[in-house]
């Protein structure tokens, strides 16, 4: 079971937009409508910010969504903040009934 | 105040054995699954497997059958997660989350397992 396809880092400036890419297959991604994203700053513990594809927990900020496109998901981050620098992780269902993580992405908030 | 809390760090020595614990509070603990993620030193996330407390039915990640197991005591609200036989590779950050199949909305404050002869 591989682990789903993310960028190693982002980067974007106070106030932009970026966009993490999240790539699976038809057994995972593109197959069900379980794609949750999560954030995590350094020595801390995930916190989840998307879930079923793109809503967003009670709490997390509305400059954080989430879509999907056949086997690829997106985090969109608009507004971008320095408090958002942290590394983020997608998770999809899979045809075994487990879960899968991508590799993650560094975000860096130039 | 919905929380999973997680028992404290842990140092062994290869071939040792080790339980580490999760346990709920402010929510029906039978109710959610539990899964644990594995996080090496400066590395990803890695989903391990979930546990329903309700009956303890267990699903496991391919990449850590038969080298864990999961169990959980519905009547004190804890999970747990244990080993064998440690190997120097498991060591690690250890962490469980509320959820399984679904989105994992509470996570531990994590254990660090360190593995060392």
């Known amino acids: 079971q591989s682990a789903l396809t993310q960028p190693a880092s982002v980067s974007g400036s106070p106030g932009q937009s970026i966009t993490i890419s999240c790539t699976g297959t038809s057994s995972d991604v593109g197959g069900y409508n379980y794609v949750s994203w999560y954030q995590q700053h350094p020595g801390k513990a995930p916190k989840l910010m998307i879930y079923d594809v793109s809503n967003r927990p009670s709490g997390v900020s509305n400059r954080f969504s989430g879509s999907k496109s056949g086997n690829t998901a997106s985090l969109t981050i608009s507004g971008l903040q320095a408090e958002d620098e942290a590394d983020y992780y997608c998770s999809s269902y899979t045809t075994s009934s487990t879960r899968v993580f991508g590799g993650g992405t560094k975000l860096t908030v130039l | 105040e919905v929380q999973l809390v997680q028992s404290g760090a842990e140092v062994k020595k290869p071939g040792e054995s080790l339980r580490i614990s999760c346990k709920g509070s402010?929510?029906?603990?039978?109710?959610?699954?539990i899964s644990w993620v594995r996080q090496m030193p400066g590395k990803g996330l890695e989903w391990m497997g979930r546990?329903?407390?309700?009956?303890?039915?267990?699903n496991y990640s391919p990449s850590f059958q038969g080298h864990v197991t999961m169990s959980a005591d519905k009547s004190i609200s804890t999970a747990y997660l244990q080993w064998s036989s440690l190997k120097a590779s498991d060591t690690a950050m250890y962490y469980c989350?509320?959820?399984?199949?679904?989105?994992?909305?509470?996570w531990g404050q994590g254990t660090t397992v360190t593995v060392s002869s």
């Open positions: 989350a509320r959820g399984g199949g679904d989105s994992m909305d509470v």
């Open positions: 402010g929510y029906s603990f039978t109710s959610h699954w």
């Open positions: 546990i329903d407390p309700s009956d303890s039915y267990t």
